[in-house]
C-alpha cells in the first residue's frame, strides 16, 4: 500500500524492547479474535485489553482506538480480499483459474475478518476509498490481460473488455460468499467455467484445454 493510502495514523508509540513488543502484539492478536467473534462495533478496547491480559491505559498506549488496531491488520491485507491476477493464456484455463480460486479463497478464509469489511464500509469512508482503489488495481489487471489475450485471437471480439473485467470480479466476489455456503469442493471449478465460458468461445477454450503445455 502506497504511503498516500495508509489507513492507520501515527501510533501513540512504537515499541522497541521485546517486552513492549509482546504487549502489543498481543494486543493485535487479541482484536482480531474478538473482531472474528463479536464483530468490530460489539467490540471494545477495554475488552481487547481485558483479552490480551493487560490493562485498558496499555492499549491507548500502543494505540489511538479500536479503529487503528484493526486498519492495522487490513491495511497490508486489502487485496486479499479482491479477485486474484488471472492468466487468460495458460494451458486448460479452467483448471488454472480454479486452482487460482481455491488459493484465493482459502486465503481470504485463513485471514478470517472479510465479514467485518462490510460493517465498516458503510461508515468508514476512508476505508472504502482505500478498498475502491485496490478493486480499480486489480480490474486494470484483469483489462490488461484480456487485452493481450484478444490480441492473440483467443476471446470473443465482440465484447466490451471494461464490463466483461468488472463481470469477472463481481463472479468472483460472489462465488466466495457460494463457496462458504455450501463448501461445494466443485465451487472453484462451477466458478471458473461460467468465467471460462463467458470469455472464450467454444473452439477456443476447448483447443486450449486440450493443449500439451510441453507443446509450447
Keep these: 500500500m502506497s504511503d498516500d493510502e495508509k489507513l492507520v495514523g501515527e501510533f501513540p508509540f512504537l515499541p522497541k524492547q521485546e517486552r513492549a513488543q509482546a504487549k502489543r502484539n498481543a494486543l493485535i492478536e487479541s482484536g482480531y479474535a474478538l473482531f472474528h467473534e463479536k464483530g468490530y462495533e460489539q467490540t471494545t478496547a477495554k475488552e481487547i485489553a481485558a483479552h490480551?491480559?493487560?490493562?485498558?491505559?496499555?492499549?491507548?498506549?500502543?494505540?489511538?482506538?479500536?479503529?487503528?488496531?484493526?486498519?492495522?491488520?487490513?491495511?497490508?491485507?486489502?487485496?486479499?480480499f479482491l479477485p486474484?491476477?488471472?492468466?487468460?493464456?495458460?494451458?486448460?484455463?479452467?483448471?488454472?483459474?480454479?486452482?487460482?480460486?481455491?488459493?484465493?479463497y482459502n486465503r481470504i478464509h485463513e485471514f478470517g475478518l472479510r465479514h467485518v469489511l462490510p460493517e465498516l464500509l458503510s461508515k468508514d469512508s476512508e476505508l472504502a476509498a482505500v478498498l475502491n482503489k485496490a478493486r480499480k488495481r486489480i480490474h486494470t489487471r484483469i483489462i490488461n490481460g484480456?487485452?493481450?489475450?484478444?490480441?492473440?485471437?483467443?476471446?470473443?471480439?465482440?465484447?466490451?473488455?471494461?464490463?466483461?473485467?468488472?463481470?469477472?470480479?463481481?463472479?468472483?466476489?460472489?462465488?466466495?460468499?457460494?463457496?462458504?455456503q455450501f463448501e461445494k469442493p466443485s465451487a472453484y471449478q462451477d466458478v471458473a467455467k461460467l468465467i471460462c465460458r463467458m470469455v472464450f468461445p467454444p473452439k477456443v477454450l476447448e483447443q486450449l484445454s486440450n493443449k500439451n503445455p510441453e507443446t509450447e
Design 84 to 104: 486474484p491476477e488471472i492468466s487468460w493464456l495458460s494451458s486448460n484455463p479452467e483448471a488454472a483459474l480454479a486452482s487460482s480460486l481455491e488459493i484465493h
Design 52 to 80: 490480551a491480559g493487560v490493562a485498558t491505559g496499555t492499549f491507548y498506549r500502543y494505540f489511538s482506538d479500536k479503529r487503528q488496531l484493526l486498519m492495522s491488520l487490513i491495511e497490508d491485507k486489502i487485496e486479499t
Design 146 to 180: 484480456l487485452k493481450i489475450a484478444r490480441e492473440k485471437g483467443l476471446i470473443w471480439d465482440d465484447l466490451d473488455l471494461d464490463t466483461l473485467s468488472w463481470a469477472i470480479m463481481l463472479m468472483v466476489e460472489n462465488g466466495l460468499d457460494q463457496t462458504s
